[in-house]
């Protein structure tokens, strides 16, 4: 058997297999006493409900990885990756129109596969826990707007990387780190008025003693933005959630419109502290470096197994292209890119520990931002005892009852 196969069939079993491990004890790890921390928060009955969403949640997931593997191993083996290629090869198109052609069809194939996953994640489970608020128009314009999106964005950038692996050798991965990298600051700056109002709407925030309070902290904290927003979350659901989006003085705060709603003043001002402390802690230009230097990893990796024969064999291939390298590579890239994730998580998590801290030097309101934190994870019925292994391998945030107490550590020492 092909060495290659061999590899991938492992990686992609062995991922499998991990993630019913992470999950099988992620489930097991559910307490059924309520947190003291939590106690007047949330009661016993809508704990419960919490649970039983973490539980479905799972399953689903489970349910979902069973059937992609199912579908994927055969369609590898059985040699349906070459059947698209001798498909698309038939129109004698230039080798980056065929490549195009090639690639956005296996990504509508895998999207059509996904569709029925999202439709029974959205109007089943999310509805079924009083989160979904997307009607089927909202669900049908996004698919659509995505896959706009997706040509727009994706077309010229897979056109550039078919072309200077075709055109500019072993240089090729130098080029295109460069191109990718500038390319990704202009997504920065751009999607705060092109690419996020396809989706949601958003509105200046109304006059009065919330914008006063947030006007004040943010001078005071002599952090520039381009002004306060609030998004229509509630549009897809009831969850809550804020966030900062755009780059330098076009950076704009973003709150959804139901955790104005349901979050005091104080409240809103420490969520808000706490997004302001990941800028003035470098958290995003260090997120970002670490991007960079990834797509760099990734670009060097991918050109050592360009036109790989044995690769191609692999996936019975009869014809070798540069767009088939391109997916092929992905699938022996999945254990560096869990790796990494692993990695950059641990950094992810210490820098949601500092922001927090951020929030008590420069607001003073523990208490608050406690109250905040808590409500957050009650309105979004947050695990709130997740197993160690699945925090380590996928949280990208410290449990909520870490961050708690860590805050109540924080206020106990500035007190002494």
Known sequence: MNLFLIIILVILIGKYLLNIIIEHFNIKNLNPELP????????????????????????????????????IIPFITFGGFNLFDRIVRNYNYSE???GIIYVFMLIFISQIIELPFSIYSTFIIEEKYGFNKTTIKTFISDIF????????IGVPILALILWFFSETGKLAPLYLWAVITLFQIFLTFIAPYII??????????????????????????????KGIFTMDGSKRSTKTNAFFTGFGKSRRIVFFDTLIKKNSIDEILTILAHEMGHYKLKHIFKTMIESILETGL???????????RELFNAFRMDNLSIYASLIFFGFLYSPISILLSIVTNIFSRKYEFEADRYVLRSTKKGEAFVSALKKLSVDNLSNLTPHPLKVFILYSHPPV????????????????
């Open 401 to 416: 009852l870490e961050r708690i107490n860590a805050i109540k550590d924080n206020v106990v020492r500035s007190a002494n």
């Open 196 to 225: 996020m109002p396809l989706f949601n709407k958003f509105y200046p925030i109304e006059e009065g003693e919330l914008k006063d309070a947030i006007e004040n902290y943010t001078k005071k904290e002599n952090f520039k933005m």
């Open 298 to 308: 990734v670009l060097l990796i991918l050109s050592l197994f360009m036109n790989n």
């Open 36 to 71: 003291n921390e939590f106690k007047g928060y949330i009661d016993e009955r809508k704990y419960k409900i919490s649970q039983n969403y973490t539980r479905e949640n799972s399953k689903f997931g489970l349910i979902r990885s069973t059937i992609n593997i199912a579908i």
């Open 145 to 152: 707007k995505s896959l706009l999106l997706s040509i727009i």
């Open 96 to 98: 980056i129109v065929t």
